[in-house]
């Protein structure tokens, strides 16, 4: 009889996931400093995170986490959810800019088990996404920049980082030290990613 094997996200190596991190830093530096330049192919790739991750989601939590399924899923999901917000402009604005803000609150938040952080959280995902529907230019240089800077801190901590100190993250006081510093560095990479597209839309009306 031939072995069973159980194709699950439970078995696959932890080596595997290098790719994946490898490939969120890159979309996290032309989130960072070319958002709103390639704005069409970021809606693109947010419908793509956002749907194909809840898709992702509910497939591994039915098929109790079988891999071919829960890759179907994501591929499936994701490419609707792109499609809709490529097409849908201002829907695709409103999920940017919710999903900066909700990013923001959650990323500062983090770690605090008061029972106000989720409500706080989703609050300023629907606050930031409907202003960004008022005021879009602005908001979404630095929506798209927090957004890619957001992912390149994520990226670079999973790759070097957390294999070295995994240990030494479950002691607490420890670990608030590393959540600090990673606000810090995310805001500076969301400062300069900031600046520079800022930089590069001046840029782009002096030579019209």
Not at 80 to 87: D, V
Not at 111 to 140: C, H, I, K, N, Y
Request: overall charge neutral; glycine content about 12%; hydrophobic content about 55%.
């Amino acid at each position: 009889m031939p072995e069973n094997h159980s194709w699950n996200l439970e078995s696959l190596p932890l080596d595997e996931g290098h790719g994946v991190w490898i490939v969120l830093l890159l979309a996290g530096m032309v989130y960072c400093f070319f958002g709103y330049r390639l704005f069409r192919l970021v809606l693109a790739s947010t419908g793509f995170i956002l749907a194909g991750a809840a898709a992702a989601a509910m497939a591994g939590w039915l098929s109790q986490g079988n891999l071919v399924v829960t890759g179907i899923a994501l591929a499936v999901g994701g490419i609707c959810g792109a499609m809709a917000l490529f097409f849908l402009y201002r829907l695709g604005v409103f999920c940017v800019g919710l999903l900066a803000g909700a990013m923001t609150a959650w990323t500062v938040l983090q770690g605090r088990q008061d029972w106000w952080v989720a409500w706080a959280t989703l609050g300023a995902g629907f606050a930031s996404g409907l202003l960004a529907l008022a005021v879009e230019r602005p908001l979404m240089k630095a929506a798209t920049a927090a957004i890619g800077a957001w992912l390149c801190v994520c990226a670079v901590f999973f790759l070097l980082v957390q294999p070295y100190w995994q240990e030494r993250l479950a002691d607490p006081v420890f670990s608030q030290w590393v959540h600090v510093g990673v606000v810090g560095v995310w805001g500076m990479i969301t400062a300069l990613g900031c600046a520079t597209q800022w930089h590069s839309g001046a840029q782009k009306k002096k030579q019209g």
